[in-house]
């Protein structure tokens, strides 16, 4: 009987940085180390969360995506709920693969009979030309992952960049606001989990050339 797979995008990307990493994470539970103030993103992806809930309770775009992005936000908060819900989110179990998918998405706008993934993006600086390209596979996995569920998309997704702007006093951060519209590939996104999948029921891969975890210490750790 093959072990159960879950798999998220945070968990396929790091496929894509380091098999390795990736193989050591999810079959022996031997995990990179922790970067510095891990909580501060999460804090604010849960205040920007409600933000947008006022906005959606009257209908409404928030006034710095207002004409920028298409559409209008899914008015079904049960559902967005359990998007939402690291525990539930949208799921897809895969019979062939004998695997599963799952993601929690951030925000969902709708266009019509059409559903559109978002995601907040917090920084720390304003957004490069290339900043979004770290993110496509996850958005890939969100579009895979609406469409396995029976909702149609667009073909595109959003990203939200916030950066912090300035201090305005009284504990008040002002922050840049960039909605970024962004092409999906649904197809490459289950590409990937097919190879994530593939990988973990294989033996041990090689270190990745390139990743500074393999270098400081995974070469060290081999499981046969």
């Known amino acids: 009987m093959l072990k159960p797979i879950t798999l998220s995008p945070s968990a396929l990307n790091l496929f894509l940085e380091c098999p390795k990493c990736f193989w050591l994470a999810q079959n022996k539970r031997i995990h990179r180390p922790a970067g510095a103030f891990p909580s501060l993103p999460g804090?604010?992806?849960?205040?920007?969360?409600?933000y947008f809930?006022?906005?959606?309770?009257?209908?409404?775009?928030?006034p710095e995506i207002k004409g920028k992005v298409t559409g209008r936000l899914l008015d079904n908060q049960e559902l967005l709920n359990e998007w939402r819900n690291n525990r539930k989110g949208l799921r897809f179990y895969d019979k062939d693969l004998e695997a599963?998918?799952?993601?929690?998405?951030?925000?969902?706008?709708?266009?019509?009979?059409y559903f559109i993934p978002v995601d907040y993006k917090t920084r720390g600086w304003l957004a490069k030309d290339d900043s979004h390209s770290y993110?496509?596979?996850?958005?890939n996995v969100y579009t895979l992952l609406l469409e396995k569920n029976g909702y149609k998309h667009r073909g595109f997704a959003y990203l939200i960049?916030?950066?912090?702007?300035?201090?305005?006093g009284e504990?008040?951060?002002?922050?840049?606001?960039?909605?970024?519209?962004?092409?999906?590939?649904?197809?490459?996104?289950?590409?990937?989990?097919?190879s994530a999948v593939k990988i973990?029921?294989?033996?041990q891969p090689k270190?990745?050339?390139?990743?500074?975890?393999?270098?400081?210490g995974n070469d060290f750790i081999n499981f046969e």
């Open 200 to 203: 973990l029921r294989g033996p």
């Open 207 to 216: 270190s990745h050339s390139a990743c500074q975890f393999c270098a400081w």
């Open 53 to 62: 809930d006022k906005f959606r309770d009257k209908g409404e775009l928030p």
């Open 171 to 194: 504990a008040k951060i002002l922050f840049n606001v960039e909605p970024r519209k962004v092409a999906v590939d649904s197809e490459a996104g289950y590409r990937v989990f097919q």
């Open 100 to 113: 599963e998918l799952m993601g929690a998405l951030d925000d969902c706008l709708i266009d019509g009979e």
């Open 135 to 139: 993110y496509e596979n996850q958005l």
């Open 43 to 50: 804090g604010i992806d849960a205040v920007l969360k409600k």
């Open 161 to 168: 960049f916030y950066s912090p702007n300035e201090a305005v």
